[in-house]
């Protein structure tokens, strides 16, 4: 069941564990006034652990492809290395 964030007239404020079928609307259980539901972001969650993700359903090759560009053994993951001094020099002036 979700938590709702209920406010009454007078303020206060309280959490409240409802069906979703259920009427908005409670009684604030310290002033007994009619409390109004709040609009809130909502929970947010986390995927932890192992757990359905897209990549679990990749084909054989698809993952082989990956793990050797993740582990960085193939070729056109490395860039050549280049370096101020082996820039080509320009030709002498001749004045």
Avoid: W
């Amino acid at each position: 069941m979700p938590t709702y964030e209920y406010r009454c007239p007078n303020g206060h404020e309280f959490e409240l564990f409802q069906r979703m079928s259920d009427e908005p609307g409670a009684e604030c259980p310290e002033c007994s006034e009619p409390a109004v539901r709040q609009i809130s972001s909502g929970a947010g969650f986390l995927f932890k652990g192992e757990g359905f993700y897209i990549t679990d359903y990749r084909s054989d090759d698809y993952k082989k492809k990956a793990s050797s560009e993740k582990g960085g053994t193939g070729d056109s993951a490395k860039k050549p290395e280049t370096s101020p001094s082996s820039s080509p020099t320009p030709p002498p002036s001749s004045d």
